[in-house]
């Protein structure tokens, strides 16, 4: 049991189950959801997390979210000189128009805001990092 002392002037103290502290609060940051795989065209906006699968060049898209949601992408596949291009709605006016992926394990984490997909962070392998590789704005 968690103990709370509401007053420690008091004698008596109250008790709350470290289940009722907690109830409210989403397991796994709400992202339990299991990620959706796109080859090429539009990226479902309803799941957190996306992997991507690149054979080649392939162009994928990213509809209008909801306003603070986020949007994770990872790179799972990636094969026969890839370049998977995603092209986010609205992206013109948040600073890039396009996100280039060409190596398993980079990744792209977005939010949605004034009408956009704001980019939060890019990211990749430690190796692809530590080489200078990792998904490309443009």
């Known amino acids: 049991d968690l103990t709370l002392i509401s007053d420690t002037s008091a004698s008596e103290t109250k008790k709350i189950t470290v289940e009722n502290l907690f109830q409210t609060i989403p397991t796994y940051v709400g992202l339990a959801v299991t990620p959706a795989t796109f080859t090429s065209g539009v990226i479902d906006i309803t799941t ?43 992206s013109a006016n948040d600073g890039y128009n396009t996100i280039t992926f060409n190596a398993v394990g980079q990744t792209a984490t977005l939010l949605y805001v004034n009408s956009g997909w704001m980019i939060l962070a890019l990211g990749s392998t430690s190796a692809n990092l530590a080489s200078g590789s990792g998904p490309i704005t443009a």
């Open 48 to 90: 957190p997390i996306s992997f991507i699968s690149i054979s080649g060049t392939k162009a994928y898209s990213l509809a209008a979210g909801s306003a603070g949601q986020i949007k994770m992408l990872v790179c799972t596949v990636a094969g026969s000189t890839p370049v998977g291009v995603v092209t986010p709605i609205a």
